[in-house]
C-alpha cells in the first residue's frame, strides 16, 4: 500500500454537515452576542421585538448558540474529519457508524431548534451553560452517547494501532462532559411527582450552596472540556498538517494530557471564592488554579516550539498565523483565569465586566480562531478546492484581532473600575458612589466592547464568504496537498 | 511509560475517566450534607413567592443581578448583611448570578417597596436616572402560572421533605386551599400597585379565589418574591 489515506477513500458526509452548521450558528450566535453587547451601551435596543429581545432572553441564547451551536458543531465537524484519518478507517466501512453519525446530527440539530425555542420563551433552568430543561436534557444525552459511539466504534475498527495525541482529547472531551453534565442536570420534574402544571418545568435535586457547587463544578469544568481539551485535539492535529512539522515533544504531550485532566476539575471552586461554600474549598479552587498554568501552558508551549526553525511560515501562512494566535490566546487567557483566581484579585474582579472579558479572550481568540483554522484547513481536502482568497484571510485575521483587542482592554479597564468604585469610600467613612454611577462610568467602555464585537462578527462573515466561494467557485484540486493548503489568490 | 495505555482505548478511557472523577469526589461530596442545613428561622418559599421566583428565572433577571452579598464592608455597607450558607437552605435552583449589571437583590425586600418595583418594571429610568435595565411591559398583561408554583412547591415537600404544613412553616394543603392563600397574599400588594390592568384582573379574585377569572398577574408573583428577599 502505497499511500493508504488515498486508497481508503474517507467519507466525510458528516463533517460537511458540521461544517456547515458551526458556520450557521456562528454567525447566529455571534450576531445576537453582537447585539446584547450593544444592549448594554444603549438600553432602547432591548425591546425591538417586545419581551423576546430582552438581554434575559437573549444572554442564554447567545451563550448557548456559541457553545453549543459554533463550538460543538466545529468539533464534531473536525472529528468527522480527524478522527478517520488518524484512526486509519474509513466511515463508508461500516454503515452502522455511519448511521451513527448522521442521526448524530440530526438528532443535534432538532435540539437546537427546540433549544432555540424554549430560551425565546424563557424556559430555563437558570444554570448557567446549562439552561435547558428536562426534555432537551434527555435530547443531549442522546446526542452525547452518539457521539461516543462514534468515537469507540471508529476506535473498535480502527488500522493504526496507537492512539494519536488528538483522540486522546476527543476522548478526554467525550467523557468529561458526559459526567458533568448528569450530574449538574439532575432534576425532578414536577408534573411527573404532583400531575399537574407544567409538563417542561422540573425543580433542581440540589438547594442553595450545593446547587452552586455542582454548577461551578459543571460550569468551570464544561468549559475546560469543551472549550480547552476539545480545541486542543482540534491544534494538535492540524497545526503539524498544516505546517508540515511533527509536534515538538512527546513527553511534553503526555505531561500536559494528564496533569491537564488531573488538575482542571479541582480548579472550579474559584467561581465561588468568598461566597457560602467552605474556605478549604474555596481555598483548593484558588491554588489549583494557580497551578493550571502548568499544564496549560505545557500544551501551548508544544504547539509554538512546534514552528522552531520554521516561524517563516507564521508569516507566509494566514492559516499558520490563525493558530499560532489562538495557542497565544490560549496562554493569555489561561494565565489571566489564574490571577482571577487569586484571593484578593477575585474580590476586585467577581461579579465585574472583566470577567466575561476573560471569557472573550479565551473563546474569541482561542477557540473562535481554532476552530475557523481547522475549518479553512478541511476545506480544500473535504471538497477538493482550493481556498478562494488568501487576502480576505489576511484581512479578517487583522480585523478579528482588531476586534478582540478592543473587547478584552475595554472590559479589563471596566471591570477594575467597577471593582474599584464598589468600595471606595469617602473620608466621612460612607460609601463614594451609588451603583447607578458605576454603570455610568461603563457606558464608553460597553461601546468599545460592541464595536470589537462587531468587528469579530464581521470578521466571520468574511470567513463564510471565503468557505462559501471556495466551495462554490474556486480551483479544483486532483491531488490532495500534504501540507500547505493551498490558496487561489 | 503511558504508551500501552495508547494502544488500549479501553484501559485509556478508564484511566482518564477515574483521573477527573477524582477531584469532584474529594472536592463536592464532604461537604454536601452539612451545607443543605438551613438557617435558623428559614422558611421554605410560599406558592406565590415562588411564581414569582419562576417570572425571575424566565427573564434570566440573574444574569445581571447576584443574589450573593460577599463578607466586604463595601458589601455589606451596600446590601445588607453577608449570605450565609443556610440562608439558601430552600433555593432551587441557587441564584447567585456571576455577573452585577445591576445591583445585588439577597436582601432587596429590605429597602425597596411594592411600588418602587411596580415603577421600576415598567419603566426603570423613572426610579433610577440612567438605569440600563430592560422596561417588562409584558408582566403586567402575563398570568402568572400558580399551578405549576404549587405543583413544585408540592414536589420539593414530597421528594425533599421540604417542612411545608409543619408547625411554624408556611402552609400548601390543597391546590384550592393554596390558591386562596396565594390571592390573600397577593391582595396587599395589588392593593399597593397603581397599575389598572392589574387590577382589574384580580378584582374578581377578592370575591372568590377558585373563580376562573381570578388572574393574578406575573408582575404581583414577581414582587411577592422580591418582597421576600431579606
Same mark, same amino acid.
Given at each position: 500500500m502505497a499511500n493508504p489515506s488515498q486508497n481508503l477513500? *474517507?467519507?466525510y458526509t458528516v463533517a460537511k454537515w458540521f461544517m456547515f452548521a458551526c458556520i450557521l450558528f456562528g454567525i447566529i450566535g455571534m450576531g445576537i452576542g453582537t447585539l446584547i453587547a450593544f444592549q448594554l451601551a444603549f438600553p432602547e435596543l432591548n425591546n425591538i421585538a417586545g419581551e423576546y429581545s430582552t438581554f434575559g432572553r437573549l444572554r442564554p441564547l447567545h451563550t448557548n448558540g456559541v457553545i453549543y451551536g459554533f463550538m460543538l458543531s466545529g468539533i464534531w465537524a473536525t472529528w468527522y474529519y480527524v478522527g478517520q484519518r488518524v484512526l486509519k478507517v474509513?466511515?463508508?466501512?461500516s454503515k452502522f457508524l455511519m448511521f451513527v453519525g448522521k442521526a448524530h446530527f440530526i438528532i443535534f440539530m432538532i435540539t437546537i431548534l427546540l433549544a432555540v425555542v424554549s430560551l425565546f420563551a424563557?424556559?430555563?433552568?437558570?444554570?448557567? *451553560?446549562?439552561?435547558?430543561e428536562w426534555p432537551f436534557d434527555i435530547a443531549v444525552v442522546v446526542i452525547w452517547v452518539l457521539w461516543g459511539m462514534s468515537i469507540f466504534g471508529l476506535i473498535g475498527i480502527r488500522r493504526e494501532k496507537s492512539l494519536y495525541i488528538s483522540v486522546w482529547y476527543y476522548i478526554a472531551a467525550f467523557l468529561g462532559v458526559a459526567m458533568l453534565y448528569l450530574f449538574n442536570n439532575m432534576e425532578v420534574p414536577t408534573r411527573l411527582v404532583t400531575g399537574m402544571g407544567s409538563w417542561i418545568h422540573s425543580v433542581s435535586m440540589y438547594a442553595g450552596s450545593n446547587d452552586a457547587l455542582v454548577q461551578w463544578w459543571f460550569g468551570h469544568n464544561a468549559v475546560a472540556f469543551v472549550f480547552t481539551v476539545a480545541i486542543i485535539a482540534e491544534i494538535y492535529y492540524f497545526l503539524p498538517k498544516e505546517s508540515g512539522q511533527p509536534i515538538f515533544s512527546y513527553k511534553l504531550s503526555l505531561f500536559s494530557f494528564w496533569s491537564l485532566m488531573f488538575i482542571y476539575l479541582w480548579a472550579g471552586g474559584h467561581h465561588l471564592i468568598y461566597s457560602t461554600v467552605p474556605d478549604w474549598m474555596q481555598t483548593m479552587g484558588s491554588i489549583f488554579s494557580v497551578v493550571l498554568i502548568l499544564p496549560s501552558w505545557g500544551s501551548a508551549i508544544n504547539i509554538l516550539l512546534t514552528m522552531k526553525g520554521e516561524w517563516h511560515q507564521v508569516k507566509e501562512s494566514p492559516l499558520i498565523k490563525f493558530m499560532i494566535f489562538a495557542s497565544t490566546f490560549y496562554m493569555f487567557s489561561t494565565l489571566e483565569g489564574s490571577i482571577q483566581s487569586v484571593k484578593s484579585i477575585n474580590a476586585l474582579a467577581?461579579?465585574?465586566?472583566w470577567i466575561p472579558g476573560h471569557v472573550h479572550d479565551g473563546t474569541l481568540g482561542w477557540v473562535g480562531f481554532m476552530t475557523m483554522a481547522a475549518i479553512y484547513h478541511m476545506t480544500p481536502r473535504v471538497f $477538493? $478546492?482550493?481556498? *478562494?482568497s488568501k487576502k480576505i484571510m489576511e484581512l479578517q485575521f487583522t480585523i478579528q484581532t482588531l476586534g478582540i483587542v478592543l473587547f478584552f482592554s475595554s472590559m479589563w479597564i471596566a471591570g477594575i473600575t467597577q471593582g474599584m468604585m464598589w468600595r471606595a469610600y469617602d473620608d466621612g467613612g460612607a460609601l463614594l458612589y451609588s451603583f447607578i454611577d458605576t454603570v455610568v462610568a461603563l457606558h464608553p467602555y460597553f461601546i468599545i466592547r460592541a464595536i470589537g464585537g462587531l468587528l469579530y462578527l464581521i470578521g466571520f462573515f468574511m470567513f463564510a464568504y471565503n468557505i462559501y466561494k471556495s466551495v462554490t467557485s474556486s480551483r479544483s484540486i486532483e491531488v490532495e496537498p500534504k501540507s500547505a493548503s493551498p490558496m487561489q489568490a | 511509560m503511558f504508551s500501552w495505555l495508547e494502544k488500549n482505548p479501553f484501559f485509556f478511557a478508564v484511566f482518564v475517566f477515574v483521573v477527573i472523577a477524582y477531584a469532584g469526589i474529594v472536592e463536592i461530596l464532604p461537604a454536601f450534607s452539612p451545607n443543605a442545613r438551613p438557617i435558623e428561622n428559614r422558611k421554605p418559599y410560599t406558592a406565590l413567592e415562588l411564581a414569582g421566583r419562576h417570572v425571575y428565572i424566565k427573564e434570566s433577571c440573574n444574569a445581571c443581578h447576584s443574589q450573593l452579598i460577599r463578607p466586604f464592608k463595601a458589601e455589606t455597607d451596600r446590601y445588607g448583611a453577608y449570605s450565609k450558607s443556610g440562608e439558601y437552605a430552600y433555593d432551587r435552583p441557587f441564584l447567585w448570578g456571576s455577573k452585577r449589571t445591576g445591583p445585588d437583590l439577597m436582601r432587596v425586600g429590605n429597602y425597596r417597596t411594592t411600588d418602587w418595583h411596580e415603577n421600576h418594571m415598567k419603566e426603570p429610568v423613572s426610579v433610577v436616572p440612567n438605569s440600563i435595565m430592560p422596561e417588562y411591559p409584558h408582566l403586567f398583561n402575563k398570568n402568572a402560572d400558580l399551578e405549576t408554583a404549587y405543583a413544585e412547591a408540592l414536589t420539593v415537600k414530597k421528594v425533599f421533605n421540604v417542612p411545608y404544613d409543619e408547625a411554624g412553616y408556611p402552609k400548601l394543603g390543597s391546590y384550592e386551599e393554596s390558591r386562596k392563600m396565594m390571592v390573600e397574599q397577593a391582595t396587599p400588594i395589588v392593593d399597593a400597585m397603581s397599575d389598572e390592568n392589574v387590577k382589574k384582573a384580580f378584582e374578581p379574585c377578592r370575591a372568590n379565589a377558585l373563580d376562573s377569572k381570578c388572574e393574578i398577574k406575573e408582575i404581583v408573583a414577581l414582587i411577592a418574591y422580591l418582597n421576600s428577599l431579606k
Amino acid at each position: 500500500m502505497a499511500n493508504p489515506s488515498q486508497n481508503l477513500g *474517507y467519507d466525510y458526509t458528516v463533517a460537511k454537515w458540521f461544517m456547515f452548521a458551526c458556520i450557521l450558528f456562528g454567525i447566529i450566535g455571534m450576531g445576537i452576542g453582537t447585539l446584547i453587547a450593544f444592549q448594554l451601551a444603549f438600553p432602547e435596543l432591548n425591546n425591538i421585538a417586545g419581551e423576546y429581545s430582552t438581554f434575559g432572553r437573549l444572554r442564554p441564547l447567545h451563550t448557548n448558540g456559541v457553545i453549543y451551536g459554533f463550538m460543538l458543531s466545529g468539533i464534531w465537524a473536525t472529528w468527522y474529519y480527524v478522527g478517520q484519518r488518524v484512526l486509519k478507517v474509513s466511515m463508508r466501512e461500516s454503515k452502522f457508524l455511519m448511521f451513527v453519525g448522521k442521526a448524530h446530527f440530526i438528532i443535534f440539530m432538532i435540539t437546537i431548534l427546540l433549544a432555540v425555542v424554549s430560551l425565546f420563551a424563557g424556559i430555563t433552568t437558570s444554570k448557567e *451553560y446549562s439552561e435547558l430543561e428536562w426534555p432537551f436534557d434527555i435530547a443531549v444525552v442522546v446526542i452525547w452517547v452518539l457521539w461516543g459511539m462514534s468515537i469507540f466504534g471508529l476506535i473498535g475498527i480502527r488500522r493504526e494501532k496507537s492512539l494519536y495525541i488528538s483522540v486522546w482529547y476527543y476522548i478526554a472531551a467525550f467523557l468529561g462532559v458526559a459526567m458533568l453534565y448528569l450530574f449538574n442536570n439532575m432534576e425532578v420534574p414536577t408534573r411527573l411527582v404532583t400531575g399537574m402544571g407544567s409538563w417542561i418545568h422540573s425543580v433542581s435535586m440540589y438547594a442553595g450552596s450545593n446547587d452552586a457547587l455542582v454548577q461551578w463544578w459543571f460550569g468551570h469544568n464544561a468549559v475546560a472540556f469543551v472549550f480547552t481539551v476539545a480545541i486542543i485535539a482540534e491544534i494538535y492535529y492540524f497545526l503539524p498538517k498544516e505546517s508540515g512539522q511533527p509536534i515538538f515533544s512527546y513527553k511534553l504531550s503526555l505531561f500536559s494530557f494528564w496533569s491537564l485532566m488531573f488538575i482542571y476539575l479541582w480548579a472550579g471552586g474559584h467561581h465561588l471564592i468568598y461566597s457560602t461554600v467552605p474556605d478549604w474549598m474555596q481555598t483548593m479552587g484558588s491554588i489549583f488554579s494557580v497551578v493550571l498554568i502548568l499544564p496549560s501552558w505545557g500544551s501551548a508551549i508544544n504547539i509554538l516550539l512546534t514552528m522552531k526553525g520554521e516561524w517563516h511560515q507564521v508569516k507566509e501562512s494566514p492559516l499558520i498565523k490563525f493558530m499560532i494566535f489562538a495557542s497565544t490566546f490560549y496562554m493569555f487567557s489561561t494565565l489571566e483565569g489564574s490571577i482571577q483566581s487569586v484571593k484578593s484579585i477575585n474580590a476586585l474582579a467577581h461579579f465585574t465586566d472583566w470577567i466575561p472579558g476573560h471569557v472573550h479572550d479565551g473563546t474569541l481568540g482561542w477557540v473562535g480562531f481554532m476552530t475557523m483554522a481547522a475549518i479553512y484547513h478541511m476545506t480544500p481536502r473535504v471538497f $477538493k $478546492k482550493e481556498i *478562494y482568497s488568501k487576502k480576505i484571510m489576511e484581512l479578517q485575521f487583522t480585523i478579528q484581532t482588531l476586534g478582540i483587542v478592543l473587547f478584552f482592554s475595554s472590559m479589563w479597564i471596566a471591570g477594575i473600575t467597577q471593582g474599584m468604585m464598589w468600595r471606595a469610600y469617602d473620608d466621612g467613612g460612607a460609601l463614594l458612589y451609588s451603583f447607578i454611577d458605576t454603570v455610568v462610568a461603563l457606558h464608553p467602555y460597553f461601546i468599545i466592547r460592541a464595536i470589537g464585537g462587531l468587528l469579530y462578527l464581521i470578521g466571520f462573515f468574511m470567513f463564510a464568504y471565503n468557505i462559501y466561494k471556495s466551495v462554490t467557485s474556486s480551483r479544483s484540486i486532483e491531488v490532495e496537498p500534504k501540507s500547505a493548503s493551498p490558496m487561489q489568490a | 511509560m503511558f504508551s500501552w495505555l495508547e494502544k488500549n482505548p479501553f484501559f485509556f478511557a478508564v484511566f482518564v475517566f477515574v483521573v477527573i472523577a477524582y477531584a469532584g469526589i474529594v472536592e463536592i461530596l464532604p461537604a454536601f450534607s452539612p451545607n443543605a442545613r438551613p438557617i435558623e428561622n428559614r422558611k421554605p418559599y410560599t406558592a406565590l413567592e415562588l411564581a414569582g421566583r419562576h417570572v425571575y428565572i424566565k427573564e434570566s433577571c440573574n444574569a445581571c443581578h447576584s443574589q450573593l452579598i460577599r463578607p466586604f464592608k463595601a458589601e455589606t455597607d451596600r446590601y445588607g448583611a453577608y449570605s450565609k450558607s443556610g440562608e439558601y437552605a430552600y433555593d432551587r435552583p441557587f441564584l447567585w448570578g456571576s455577573k452585577r449589571t445591576g445591583p445585588d437583590l439577597m436582601r432587596v425586600g429590605n429597602y425597596r417597596t411594592t411600588d418602587w418595583h411596580e415603577n421600576h418594571m415598567k419603566e426603570p429610568v423613572s426610579v433610577v436616572p440612567n438605569s440600563i435595565m430592560p422596561e417588562y411591559p409584558h408582566l403586567f398583561n402575563k398570568n402568572a402560572d400558580l399551578e405549576t408554583a404549587y405543583a413544585e412547591a408540592l414536589t420539593v415537600k414530597k421528594v425533599f421533605n421540604v417542612p411545608y404544613d409543619e408547625a411554624g412553616y408556611p402552609k400548601l394543603g390543597s391546590y384550592e386551599e393554596s390558591r386562596k392563600m396565594m390571592v390573600e397574599q397577593a391582595t396587599p400588594i395589588v392593593d399597593a400597585m397603581s397599575d389598572e390592568n392589574v387590577k382589574k384582573a384580580f378584582e374578581p379574585c377578592r370575591a372568590n379565589a377558585l373563580d376562573s377569572k381570578c388572574e393574578i398577574k406575573e408582575i404581583v408573583a414577581l414582587i411577592a418574591y422580591l418582597n421576600s428577599l431579606k
